[in-house]
């Protein structure tokens, strides 16, 4: 399919312009020496002084189907990297190379592994910092025919969370395939779109949220969940644009889709033609100037996110430690904080824990540290020691029995989710921060429960 060139392209390149310049600008500005006191976020203190009017990007969306030769899949790769896009959503691609996926310039994220690694989010290194990425579970139904070599139904979306160069802009892509309706899973559409857009919310409380992938459902068939999908405030880019093509077959069953669209313009929409049995979609994007819309509160979601050590971003760098540090801030009076760590040495969590405890939170909080830090000591001073009491903090040898991670930390209560349970594979101190940390977040009570009982165990 040939792309046609427009006065809206025109526009778009020019913004684009306007933004890299900005941007290179902003970097000369937070590396002048002197620039930035001590102790200071550099990017973020030069982006004051020149953002750009527009934030214009382009997003690819291309399944690459799997089973194809190398070659064939190195020249789709190069049709999806023609205009050098911002961003690239991938699907179909668990047994490709990253360095296949992702050329010189660009970044990738997914976790690794024959389902979760099939959704790939690849962007621009040059333009954009992540600041956290994860992966979610989106349907977890297993079982297949015969003459299936697949579970389709095991489907995962990875998503990234980045910041422009210039500090200016803040959002975040997720990378999705949902199932086919077919035997023995059934139909997954709903429960599908209903995760995606729990997973868009949750991501909206940083900025706007891009979500590109294989729905498997044609936008102008009886099934498409338009209704479920406009509760999530999820817009596909053919909607905006006015203008519906054809992505697989005779359907359009690939589509990019905006939360709030009411923040984003289509300068343009086309498709490329692929060896694979679906055509890239290309959607060069531009978020208005000054239109703000409200940002929903915290919420939580079961899946996992990374930190990244080498951030030249702080928020980067504590990803999972801001996530425990805002289920501690957001949970209720009445409710129950249960604690378990092989080391609590940080005066912002040890701060948190005393914050909820006084107002009116159960903080019970065990640590199998060989020595007591000086946070434990002040955490024990404020809440007390005394096992029993409301609210306590105590130390005592790891018990294998217990079965935890490093960190497990329970709510019963938090951000408007009953039985909130996070693990992470890091004591709770500043080394966290300096290494890739993962925490796995769930509201699914059978893992609340196990959680739960190991932590008993460890407080014995």
């Excluded at 900005?22 to 002084?49: F, I, N, S």
């Excluded at 992966?135 to 979306?157: D, F, S």
């Excluded at 679906?278 to 239109?291: F, N, S, T, Y």
Aim: glycine share 8%.
């Amino acid at each position: 399919m040939r792309e046609q060139t427009s006065a809206h392209r025109r526009r778009f390149v020019r913004a684009r312009r306007l933004v890299a310049g900005a941007a290179a600008a902003t970097t000369l500005l937070a590396l002048a020496p002197g620039a930035v006191p001590a102790g200071g976020d550099p990017v973020r203190l030069a982006a004051k002084k020149t953002c750009a009017a527009n934030r214009a990007f382009q997003v690819v969306q291309a399944n690459v189907k799997a089973g194809m030769t190398k070659a064939q899949t190195k020249a789709d790769l190069k049709k999806v990297f023609k205009d050098q896009p911002d961003f690239v959503t991938l699907n179909e691609v668990a047994g490709r190379a990253d360095s296949l996926l992702a050329p010189a310039g660009y970044g990738i994220w997914r976790t690794p592994g024959r389902y979760t690694g099939a959704n790939p989010v690849v962007w621009r290194t040059d333009r954009w910092n992540p600041v956290a990425k994860g992966t979610i579970y989106v349907t977890n139904v297993g079982g297949k025919t015969k003459n299936q070599t697949t579970e389709l139904g095991l489907r995962y979306a990875n998503w990234v969370t980045v910041r422009s160069a210039d500090g200016c802009q803040t959002l975040s892509v997720v990378s999705y395939h949902v199932a086919p309706k077919t035997q023995p899973i059934g139909n997954l559409l709903i429960p599908s779109v209903e995760k995606l857009g729990g997973l868009a919310t949750h991501l909206a409380t940083e900025g706007p949220v891009i979500l590109g992938g294989d729905m498997n459902q044609h936008i102008k068939g009886p099934l498409y969940p338009r209704d479920l999908l406009t509760s999530y405030r999820m817009t596909p880019t053919w909607d905006l644009t006015g203008k519906v093509l054809v992505t697989h077959g005779k359907a359009t069953i690939d589509h990019i889709f905006v939360r709030n669209a009411s923040q984003f313009t289509v300068a343009k929409q086309v498709t490329r033609d692929l060896n694979s049995d679906h055509h890239a979609v290309v959607a060069d994007l531009v978020l208005k100037p000054g239109v703000t819309v409200a940002r929903p509160s915290m919420s939580f979601i079961r899946g996992h996110v990374v930190n990244i050590p080498d951030s030249p971003i702080s928020a980067g760098r504590r990803a999972v430690t801001t996530r425990v540090l805002k289920a501690v801030r957001q949970a209720p009076a009445g409710s129950t904080i249960l604690l378990a760590t092989a080391r609590l040495d940080g005066p912002g969590m040890r701060n948190a824990l005393v914050a909820a405890h006084q107002r009116g939170v159960k903080v019970r909080v065990v640590s199998w540290s060989a020595k007591a830090t000086t946070q434990e000591q002040l955490l024990q001073k404020a809440i007390g020691g005394t096992k029993g009491k409301p609210s306590f903090m105590i130390r005592r040898s790891y018990s294998k029995a217990a079965g935890l991670p490093a960190t497990a930390v329970l709510f019963t209560s938090s951000a408007g989710v009953k039985l909130l349970g996070i693990q992470v594979d890091q004591p709770l101190n500043g080394a966290m921060n300096s290494r890739e940390a993962r925490g796995e977040f769930t509201v699914e009570r059978a893992d609340f429960v196990r959680i739960r009982d190991g932590i008993r165990v460890q407080f014995k």
